[in-house]
């Protein structure tokens, strides 16, 4: 099998993972688009923290106004789970 080929496999395979992920991240789009926050900083979050389900969680954290170690400990808390 060619290097193409076996990447173009590799491709077809992951399409849906693909597109679990662009529904996902909509939702968090949208989630973060309701609780008041500019669509740059849904985007800043997503690259800044790469945990999935925190991010979620993040939105009730910070619409909340929690202080910010007790953002830093549910996030550790978090990581320590898996």
Do not use: H
């Not at 609780?35 to 979050?45: H, K, M, P, R, T």
């Not at 790469?50 to 978090?78: E, N, S, V």
């Amino acid at each position: 099998m060619k290097n193409k080929e076996i990447i173009k496999k590799a491709f077809e395979k992951s399409i849906p993972i693909m597109c679990s992920y662009l529904f996902v991240s909509i939702a968090y789009g949208v989630m973060m688009n309701e609780a008041g926050f500019a669509w740059y900083v849904a985007i800043l979050v997503s690259f800044l923290i790469y945990t999935g389900a925190f991010q979620f969680l993040l939105i009730t954290l910070l619409i909340g106004g929690p202080a910010k170690t007790d953002c830093k400990y549910a996030q550790t808390l978090w990581k320590r789970r898996t």
